[in-house]
C-alpha cells in the first residue's frame, strides 16, 4: 500500500524474492512525498523538488538504489549544512556551531524527554547565535522548540561542516519511477486503499473499486494516514498507542524563477525560521531558481501559507535583495493539507518513546508496516524510507515461512 520510496523498495525486494506483488496507489503518481518538477513547464533547467531534496551524508541505500538502477547523483554545488544567518541579531556559522556543540552536551546530560526549548532557556551565552541555531532546528523538524525534543540537537555539529551536497540527476523521483518502471502493471495508480481486514491466512485489502486478497500486506502510508485507515482486527493497543506519539512535522517550500544568473547559496532566515539556497544541477551550472524551505506550524501561519505564496515570497525578498526574483511566478508547495501525506515527516518531540523505534516496526498477523517514519534514526528521510522498505520485504519473507 503506497507507491513511495519506502512501498517500491519493499515491492522491488520482494519480487526479487519471488513474491507476486501488486502496489496499491492512491495518488496519480508514483513517488510520494518526492515530486520533481520543472518549475517552468518544459525547461529542465528549472527542475525543482517540492518534497524531498538533498542526499545527505551516509545514505549507503540510497547510494545503491542510484547505481542500482542507473541513475546519477548530481553536486548541488552548495552544501545543506551550511547557510549564512541573516535576519537576526548578528552572528556568524562559527558562533552557530560552538552554541550547538553545548545544546548538544547539554541534550545528553538531560536526556530525550527534555524539550529543546527547556535546554534552550537554561542557556544564557551568546542569545544570537542561539536564537539562529533554534530558528535552524525549528524549521528543519518542523515544529517549534517546546515540542521538539532535545536530541534533535545530537549530531547538530555535522551541520555546520560543508559537507558537499547532491540530488539525483534530473529530479529525486527518477529512483521512484525507475523502480515503477520496473514493476511494470504490479503498480496500480489511482486506487486508494479504504480498509485491511487481516487474519491467519491471509489479508483482504479493500479500494473504492474492489477488493484484494494476499497472502500479506505491507502498509507504507505516511503515519498521518496510517492512523486513520480502518484495520480489523484493530493492531494491538502497545502498537496504535506508538502511532499516537509519532509526531507529525509542519514544513512547506516555495520556488521562484531568477530573471539573473547567480552563484550557489544558502542564507537562513532566523526570524521566519526558513532558509533559501541556489544549486547547481547536472550540468554544472547554477539552475535558475529560488528554493526555500520553512517549517514549524507557527511559522506557516505567520508565512501565510494557507493564502498562497504572497507573504511568504515577499519575505524571500527581503532577505535576498541581491536576487532578480520572478515573484509574481513564485509556487508554493504544503504537504499538511495533502489528504495523501498529512504532514511532512515525522519529527523526533519530547512524547515518543525509547521503544517507540521497535513497535513502529512490529507485525501484527500479516500486516506489516513500512514508510519513513519507521526508520529509527534515518526517519523523516528518503534514506529511512528505503531502508523501511528492504526491511518490511525481508520481514515478509519470515511470514512466508512460519
Ligand atoms: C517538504 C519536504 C522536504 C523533504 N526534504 C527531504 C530531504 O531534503 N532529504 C530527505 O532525505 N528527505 C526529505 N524529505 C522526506 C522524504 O520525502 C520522506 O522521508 C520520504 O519520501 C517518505 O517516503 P515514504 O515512502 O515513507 O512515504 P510517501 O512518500 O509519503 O509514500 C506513501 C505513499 O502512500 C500513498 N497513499 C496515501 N494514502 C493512501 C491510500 N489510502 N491508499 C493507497 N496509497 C496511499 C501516498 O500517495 C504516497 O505515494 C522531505 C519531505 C518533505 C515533505
Redesign the pocket.
Known amino acids: 500500500?503506497?507507491?513511495?520510496?519506502?512501498?517500491l523498495m519493499a515491492a522491488f525486494d520482494a519480487g526479487g524474492l519471488g513474491h507476486e506483488v501488486i502496489v496499491?496507489?492512491?495518488?496519480e503518481r508514483?513517488?510520494?512525498?518526492?515530486w520533481s518538477q520543472a518549475l517552468v513547464p518544459g525547461d529542465d533547467r528549472t527542475i525543482v523538488e517540492r518534497?524531498?531534496?538533498?542526499?545527505?551524508d551516509g545514505?549507503r541505500e540510497l547510494h545503491a538504489v542510484v547505481d542500482r538502477l542507473g541513475l546519477t547523483l548530481a553536486s548541488a554545488g552548495m552544501s545543506y549544512y551550511v547557510r549564512e544567518p541573516r535576519g537576526g541579531a548578528p552572528t556568524d556559522l562559527g558562533s552557530m556551531a560552538a552554541i550547538a556543540r553545548l545544546l548538544g552536551q547539554a541534550a545528553e546530560r538531560v536526556g530525550p524527554d527534555t524539550s529543546l526549548a527547556e535546554v534552550a532557556a537554561s542557556f544564557d551565552q551568546d542569545p544570537a547565535a542561539l536564537e539562529a541555531c533554534l530558528s535552524r532546528l525549528e524549521l528543519t523538524n518542523g515544529e517549534q522548540a517546546d515540542v521538539l525534543s532535545s536530541a534533535v540537537t545530537l549530531g547538530a555539529m555535522s551541520g555546520f561542516l560543508p559537507i558537499p551536497s547532491q540530488r539525483v540527476a534530473g529530479g529525486n523521483q527518477g529512483i521512484a519511477l525507475a523502480l515503477a518502471a520496473r514493476l511494470g502493471s504490479a503498480v496500480h495508480l489511482d486506487?486508494?486503499?479504504?480498509g485491511v481486514e487481516h487474519g491467519p491466512d491471509g489479508v483482504r485489502v479493500r479500494t473504492a473499486t474492489g477488493t484484494v486478497e494476499a497472502d500479506a500486506v505491507i502498509l507504507?502510508?505516511?503515519m498521518a494516514?496510517l492512523r486513520h485507515?480502518p484495520i480489523n482486527p484493530a493492531p494491538p493497543p502497545r502498537i496504535t498507542a506508538a502511532w499516537g506519539r509519532a509526531t507529525l512535522g509542519h514544513?512547506?517550500?516555495l520556488h521562484i524563477p531568477l530573471r539573473a544568473p547567480t552563484v550557489p547559496s544558502a542564507v537562513l532566515s532566523v526570524p521566519h525560521r526558513f532558509w533559501t539556497w541556489t544549486a547547481t544541477d547536472a550540468s554544472g551550472q547554477v539552475q535558475p531558481v529560488l528554493h526555500a524551505?520553512g517549517g514549524s506550524p507557527q511559522a506557516l501561519e505567520r508565512l501565510e501559507v494557507d493564502q498562497g505564496p504572497a507573504t511568504w515570497a515577499r519575505r524571500v525578498a527581503e532577505l535576498r535583495p541581491e536576487l532578480d526574483l520572478e515573484l509574481d511566478a513564485a509556487e508554493l508547495?504544503t504537504?499538511v493539507d495533502n489528504p495523501?501525506?498529512g504532514e511532512?515527516?515525522s519529527v523526533t518531540s519530547t512524547s515518543v518513546l525509547a521503544e517507540d523505534n521497535e513497535l513502529l516496526v512490529q507485525p501484527f498477523g500479516r500486516v506489516l508496516i513500512?514508510?519513513?517514519?519507521t526508520g529509527a534514526e534515518w526517519s523523516?528521510?528518503?534514506?529511512?524510507?528505503l531502508r523501511?522498505?528492504r526491511r518490511a520485504a525481508s520481514q515478509l519473507q519470515g511470514l512466508a515461512t512460519q
Not at 24 to 27: K, P, R, V
Not at 191 to 194: C, D, E, F, P, R
Open positions: 500500500m503506497g507507491a513511495g520510496f519506502s512501498g496499491l496507489e492512491a495518488g508514483v513517488g510520494g512525498r518526492v518534497g524531498a531534496e538533498f542526499v545527505l545514505y486506487t486508494a486503499v479504504t507504507t502510508i505516511p494516514v485507515l514544513n512547506a517550500k524551505f508547495t504537504w495523501l501525506a511532512s515527516y513500512a514508510g519513513e517514519h523523516g528521510l528518503m534514506e529511512g524510507a523501511s522498505g
